[in-house]
């Protein structure tokens, strides 16, 4: 059974949710945008659990269209679920690989037991994927998935996003 899809405009570092997905970067050591905010406002604890991971399983960073958890740290959740999204116009920028990031941030959030998710318009900033489309393989993914999470809520930055999304999930 799918989740039910809700919309919200605003930040997503805000949110209460049992895990919060981050649109990182492959290095999972913070960066600009959803990135630089989930880091800002969680604290060092989510950092020192990133910096953990490249030291053991990501030496070479997180591939894209993959999905690792840590500690929420001082957010009002329990986990962060980093996942890095294809750059648009690149070699892999490739609606598939946009789409696992749902997927694959799912089964992690399946794996930990949440049951409410918070996603950000992956690859829709900074990575220039067209809104659009971005919303479209975004709410097909989360549809689509077999995830025994119960809402998944997309968490828009300004009303052009929260619109995009909105003609997607109807």
Do not use: K
């Not at 990031?101 to 996603?119: I, K, M, W």
Request: proline letters at 5%; aromatic letters at 6%.
């Amino acid at each position: 059974m799918s989740p039910a899809i809700t919309l919200v405009q605003g930040d997503i570092s805000r949110q209460h949710a049992d895990a919060i997905v981050n649109a990182a970067n492959s290095s999972l050591l913070g960066g600009g945008g959803v990135d630089g905010a989930i880091h800002r406002r969680g604290g060092p604890a989510i950092l020192e659990e990133c910096r953990a991971l490249r030291a053991s399983r990501y030496g070479r960073g997180l591939p894209t269209g993959q999905a690792v958890a840590t500690t929420a740290g001082e957010l009002d959740a329990q986990w962060v679920i980093h996942t890095v999204g294809p750059v648009f116009g690149s070699s892999p920028g490739d609606p598939s690989l946009l789409a696992s990031c749902y997927r694959t941030s799912l089964r992690v959030a399946d794996e930990l037991g949440a049951r409410t998710v918070a996603f950000p318009a992956i690859s829709a900033g900074a990575y220039r994927w067209p809104l659009d489309d971005a919303a479209r393989i975004a709410v097909a993914a989360v549809r689509s998935a077999d995830t025994a999470v119960e809402e998944v809520r997309f968490v828009l930055f300004d009303s052009t996003a929260y619109e995009a999304f909105a003609a997607e999930a109807g």
